[in-house]
């Protein structure tokens, strides 16, 4: 874009105000704006500092994905959207920077809407120049936070959207966690890719108990229910049910999967982590391919679990028979360790909480998967809890500001009440790879 002497101005000319803007983009990328995301101040210099032959010529999306993101020269941008994600962060980074610390900038950068060329502005009079900075910095309300995540999550239905409004996780803050959560939770997932947290399927688990048969992976993607319920329900009453109902493939999740949701979600948003919640039967292995995961839910309701079950030391098993028995088999036990932890119905459960890479090692995967719901549900109290990853960070002798490892720990959980669950840490383990 040629410099015509209007208060707009791209950052790619030449002339006497070149050093002015590249003083400017130091400062910025200097600043506490990208303070802990090395990710989006490369994106940034990029989008800055790249100069095309033609100067007329627009910054391309495939263009960023290979040189920022290492993306392959074939990559699909329809299928990838790690560009788009990011280069919206970066807005939002650049809008906070010039509301607090780069007020005083005569000059302002944005990247508007629909392009990717950074452009140089005069900054416009402010009309309350005493207005204390904290108050122009933009905020994302708990009020439009709470109708996001609800927006997303009404395809789980009514019992989804009741778990939201009026269970203890309701979101009333966007505010940073303590410290080590605060630590883990930006290890965990800031890498430059939006999380996907999958819920799980609370009518596949009654579908399975019906059958008396715990639905493979494949089966369950392929959504081969018709097929099974007719080889294996025996009943015709019971056949006649589940047909006329038509309840497999209904969007139903537990009302502790909606308060780990709303839990999870507001983590992200502290560190403005752009977050997708989606149903578990709505999930395609495409998502690991351009997000992090948080899995949430047993095996037995989350298929998905399957996924990354070879890769742990807990493996979670249930068992059809009468009564049905579910527990976690300890691989490889330590001393003092079982190498069973079995759920004792409305008394007693465990969650095995892991955190390792995807399959490419491209992104990041959490799973929080109990032996049933309230299970599941001291798992987010744990990975959330700034005592608990306190505890755990002793547990791996990390120093106060060490990066965790890969990791896998078992909670044991007793039901003082079903709302209320008591947990404690019985083993855990470093995950290499």
């Not at 995967?365 to 109990?370: I, K, T």
Request: net charge neutral; aromatic share 10%.
């Amino acid at each position: 874009m040629k410099d015509d002497g209007s208060s707009e101005r791209s950052g790619f000319a030449d002339g006497p105000q070149a050093d002015s803007r590249n003083h400017l983009v130091e400062r910025v990328a200097s600043g506490p704006a990208f303070g802990r995301s090395s990710r989006l101040r490369e994106l940034f210099l990029f989008l800055c500092n790249r100069k095309p032959t033609d100067p007329e010529s627009a910054i391309r999306e495939h263009e960023i994905g290979i040189a920022v993101f290492g993306r392959h020269t074939d990559y699909d941008t329809a299928q990838d959207a790690i560009v788009r994600v990011q280069v919206s962060q970066l807005r939002k980074r650049l809008e906070q920077y010039f509301a607090s610390e780069g007020r005083d900038e005569p000059v302002v950068i944005q990247i508007p809407k629909g392009t990717y060329t950074p452009v140089f502005r005069d900054r416009e009079p402010d009309s309350s120049p005493d207005r204390p900075p904290e108050l122009l910095r933009p905020r994302l309300s708990a009020r439009k936070l709470r109708i996001a995540v609800l927006s997303v999550l009404s395809l789980a239905g009514v019992l989804l959207v009741a778990g939201l409004l009026f269970g203890p996780w309701r979101l009333t803050s966007a505010a940073r966690p303590a410290g080590n959560v605060d630590r883990l939770w930006y290890q965990m997932f800031d890498n430059g890719r939006p999380t996907c947290i999958v819920l799980s399927d609370a009518m596949l688990g009654l579908f399975e108990d019906a059958i008396r048969h715990q639905m493979s992976l494949n089966e369950y993607r392929d959504k081969v229910f018709g097929k099974l319920s007719d080889e294996l329900l025996k009943d015709p009453v019971e056949k006649a049910r589940w047909k006329e109902k038509d309840l497999i493939g209904q969007y139903f999740t537990h009302i502790s999967d909606a308060r780990l949701a709303a839990k999870f979600s507001v983590l992200n948003a502290a560190h403005d982590l752009p977050t997708e919640i989606v149903f578990a039967g709505d999930f395609a292995v495409s998502y690991l391919q351009s997000h992090n995961l948080i899995l949430v839910g047993s095996r037995r309701t989350n298929p998905w679990v399957d996924l990354f079950e070879d890769q742990l030391n807990f493996r979670s098993v249930f068992e059809e028979t009468r009564p049905m028995s579910s527990y976690f088999q300890n691989r490889s036990p330590l001393p003092g360790e079982s190498a069973i932890y079995a759920t004792e119905w409305t008394r007693q459960g465990y969650c095995r909480v892991a955190f390792l890479p995807n399959p490419s090692r491209t992104g990041t995967v959490l799973l929080v998967s109990g032996t049933d719901m309230a299970s599941s549900e001291a798992g987010g109290q744990f990975i959330s809890s700034e005592r608990w990853i306190q505890n755990l960070r002793s547990a791996f002798g990390l120093s106060p500001r060490s990066r965790f490892p890969y990791f896998e720990v078992l909670l044991k959980v007793d039901y003082m009440t079903w709302n209320t669950p008591k947990f404690e840490l019985v083993a855990h383990r470093t995950l290499r790879f």
